[in-house]
């Protein structure tokens, strides 16, 4: 399952799938918590193919708050980069909205910075930090839309989601939003 749309040179997709087996994508996202540590979903995901490199190298940059982003290597992954983004639990961090747009555009931010050519994101903040999937599917992709055209170096732009469910929301959302 797949959709994408071409946008000013460069592409933005989604795709079902595991955040963690996306090799033709230089940098992932993760879903992270504060402490940048394993737990469920997505950082439970990447933690256990990364661990324990990633745990010693993402100690230095905990805590972070709720819409930052930091960047490390991402070692026993195919990838070269993980963009950590603590999005917001919803209905307790405020506004979830801003935090939640900020997180994205926080990761968008640091790979265009890093000169990272192609990145993959999950659905961020919308497992057991509540967030309404389709409402967190229409900020990440009219985010992407509004700032794929300002981006220097970044050309890909993929949504990685784990469900069917998940995937159908974000996809009649990218209808919504890319026509």
Known sequence: MKAEINIHGSRIELRKGDITAQEDMEAIVNAANAKLITGGGVAGAIHAKADPELSKETRKFAPIKPGEAVL???PNLPNSYIIHCLGPVYGVDQPSDKLL????????KIANENRIES???PAISTGAFGYPTEEAAEIALSLFKQSISSLNYVKRIRMVLWSESDYDIHSGVFKKIFG
């Open 101 to 108: 747009q900020r997180c994205y555009s926080h990761a968008l």
């Open 119 to 121: 990145l993959a994101f």
């Open 72 to 74: 490390t290597s991402a």
